[in-house]
């Protein structure tokens, strides 16, 4: 069976330090891959979307990054986080290629001071 | 467009009876739909989803009904519980360039014992 794991589960990161969340999924090939961030009582923004290594598309402008060098390894990066980046990020896998449901892990809160 | 900056709208149901939560989608050339249930703290947990080709879909307590004339989604929960107490999103996937799945706002389920 599949599953999805994302860490750290809680981050607490002052303003202005870099910022790497790490999804990973196991037991399946070629998912495609997203980030979504949620703010508190909110519904679900999607962040960026991958459909295999290396391709990433984004969504919004913003002061995030993502990035592919494995199949099934997915990163959320920032250079420098503002008070605005708080908030509950989750990572979703899908099977390749068809209108599929997608399938959450267990999601990183994240509290920038 | 997306809902994401909009706050979350609520029910409260007694313990016992039936739940019946409402989503809009806008595009009609959506064909697939996904319920998702999300406890706080954790990622969305996939429910129940339909295609277009159907207008009902049940599962175990839970009903999906798909209006497509009025572009008009429902889930409803039999016998609700207090395990039901959560935040449930209604997404639709677009026919655009590539596959992506659109979030509704959210409903806050509250079941009072």
């Known amino acids: 069976s599949q599953t999805i794991h994302q860490w750290p589960a809680t981050l607490v990161q002052p303003v202005g330090s870099p910022l790497s969340l790490e999804c990973t999924v196991e037991?399946?090939?070629?998912?495609?891959l997203y980030w979504y961030r949620q703010a508190a009582g909110r519904g679900l923004q999607l962040l960026f979307y991958s459909v295999g290594i290396g391709q990433i598309s984004s969504e919004v402008p913003q002061n995030l990054s993502a990035s592919r060098p494995q199949d099934r390894q997915f990163i959320l990066s920032s250079k420098k986080l503002l008070l605005s980046d708080s908030g509950f990020y989750l990572c979703a896998w899908s099977p390749w290629g068809g209108k599929e449901t997608q399938y959450f892990g267990p999601g990183t809160r994240l509290l920038v001071l | 467009g997306e809902s994401v900056g909009l706050h979350l709208p609520t029910l409260s149901v007694q313990e016992g009876d039936n739940s019946i939560i409402n989503c809009a989608y806008s595009n009609s050339a959506s064909d697939y739909f996904i319920w998702y249930k999300q406890e706080s703290g954790k990622g969305p947990q996939f429910i129940i989803d339909i295609r277009s080709n159907m207008d009902k879909r049940q599962g175990q307590r839970v009903t999906v009904l798909l209006n497509k004339t009025v572009k008009h989604l429902s889930l409803q929960i039999a016998a609700t519980q207090p395990g039901d107490s959560a935040v449930y999103f209604c997404?639709?996937?677009?026919?655009?360039?590539?596959?992506?799945?659109?979030f509704g706002p959210g409903t806050s389920l509250s079941v009072i014992p």
């Open positions: 997404a639709e996937n677009r026919e655009t360039s590539y596959d992506k799945v659109i």
């Open positions: 037991g399946t090939s070629n998912p495609n």
